[in-house]
């Protein structure tokens, strides 16, 4: 099969690389890709991930026989719709679907019609309006999410009004978010362990992956602004299967029975970011695609091939596969360049990988590199992800560590703390 993956970062190259396991991948082409996954794939780097027409027109030159759309814009903006009305085979949720992600009104709209538990919220499309009732409401930390796609930023945790009121502004009046920040929801601050459950679903059977758990955090000790993710692990040894049983009996399941009942069928991958708070499991948010960096860790625990899965969603025959998992434990820890998420330098020269971008003992996945001269070059706020896989946390993470010291580039940064809560109620 010629399989053409679309997104260029870090959760593109983990899917290129367990797409590249199958035998029934033949050739893998990428657009646009990045330094890293030009060693798996052959990358079409002229093309934006956004650019629908130009995704088609690669998809009939190469003859694909699978797109898989990775990002969540290309998905919300309807790439999936235009390649099934061209007759190609896809993975990935139609624009009518990845509203689920593409706009958070929805989304919390949808959980209260159909009694999916969520944190209580309200939405706005003023902003006299919503600093007035968060005067009435008084109740602090609140949280405050601009509608849509936001680069995974859009959420604004204010301590007190004035956090509160200034995040309004800056989200409905400065539009630091563009168009996103048209309307707001504002929720309550939910408490409890955070975990992420990225769910294969054709819109009837839905299968959970590995469950795992993010660092959004930039510095040690959760401290610092939010990112894109600085580290994961999986699974998670806060997510039981009492909990993952909850789970599918009042989240999962009804959630695709809700987008059912609203002709909004899903098919792809669903992510479900939860809280598991004192009155139980609660929705945070939903992702119409892999998560990034929970695909990181995800993938390379995955014992059944990739590319069958994916198939089986498009033919709506999910339910005939038997989904295997390895029973390791996986960390990634993610190399980034200084300064970031704010300002930072890209072009620096990054030592200790070999010619496929990769160091003994570990996947590295490349999320923000550029390929010349025979050398990898950062290109991105996320450089690297570094992923090992161990027999328990303790091991993946001291191998996902080692591994880190084994490459250098000007000004990285990584968290040094990635996984330590988790492993200390392991150990408790």
């Known amino acids: 099969m010629n399989i053409l993956v679309v997104g260029g970062g870090g959760r593109e190259h983990a899917l290129v690389m367990k797409i590249n396991e199958s035998e029934k991948a033949d050739k893998i082409f990428c657009v646009p890709g990045n330094g890293g996954i030009s060693r798996y794939a052959e990358c079409i780097s002229d093309i934006k991930a ?9 998809a009939k030159k190469v003859n694909a026989d699978l797109v898989v759309v990775a990002p969540d814009d290309p998905l919300v ?6 390649l099934n009305k061209q007759g190609f085979a896809t993975f990935g949720p139609n624009k009518d679907a990845a509203i689920i992600e593409g706009s958070k009104v929805f989304s919390k709209n949808l959980m209260k019609k159909y009694n999916i538990p969520t944190a209580e919220y309200e939405t706005f499309s003023s902003a006299i309006d919503a600093v007035n009732y968060l005067k009435e409401r008084n109740e602090y930390p609140i949280v405050i999410k601009a509608d849509g796609l936001a680069l995974g930023k859009g959420v604004i945790i204010a301590q007190d009004f004035k956090e509160a009121e200034d995040a309004v502004k800056s989200i409905m009046e400065d539009k630091i978010f563009g168009a996103s920040g048209s309307k707001i929801v504002i929720e309550e601050f939910l408490t409890g362990p955070e975990v992420s459950v990225l769910c294969f679903t054709d819109g009837t059977t839905i299968k959970p992956m590995i469950s795992s758990m993010d660092h959004k955090r930039a510095l040690d000790g959760d401290q610092g602004l939010n990112t894109g993710g600085m580290g994961t692990i999986a699974p998670n040894p ?7 049983k909850e789970c599918m009996t009042t989240i999962f399941k009804p959630t695709i029975d809700a987008m059912n009942n609203e002709n909004r069928t899903f098919k792809g991958c669903l992510y479900f970011g939860l809280m598991l708070t004192p009155k139980g499991p609660k929705v945070i948010e939903y992702n119409c695609r892999f998560g990034d960096p929970e695909t990181q860790v995800v993938l390379p625990l995955l014992d059944t091939d990739i590319v069958d899965i994916m198939m089986a969603i498009y033919n709506d025959k999910l339910d005939s596969i038997n989904i295997r998992w390895k029973n390791e434990t996986a960390a990634c820890v993610v190399m980034a360049s200084g300064g970031y998420p704010k300002k930072y330098e890209t072009g620096k020269l990054i030592e200790g990988l070999d010619e496929r971008g990769q160091v003994s003992g570990a996947f590295v996945y490349h999320a923000g590199t550029k390929f010349e001269d025979k050398s990898f070059y950062t290109a991105g706020g996320r450089v690297l992800n570094v992923t090992a896989t161990g027999k328990n946390l303790k091991e993946a993470l001291s191998q996902s560590y080692n591994c880190v010291k084994k490459i250098k580039f000007e000004n990285s940064h990584c ?14």
């Open 50 to 58: 956004t650019d629908i027409d130009g995704v088609v027109e690669t």
């Open 77 to 82: 903006l309807g790439m999936v719709d235009e």
């Open 238 to 244: 806060y997510y039981t299967d009492a909990i993952a």
């Open 415 to 428: 968290r040094t703390d990635i996984g330590a809560r988790a492993l200390a109620a392991e150990e408790d």
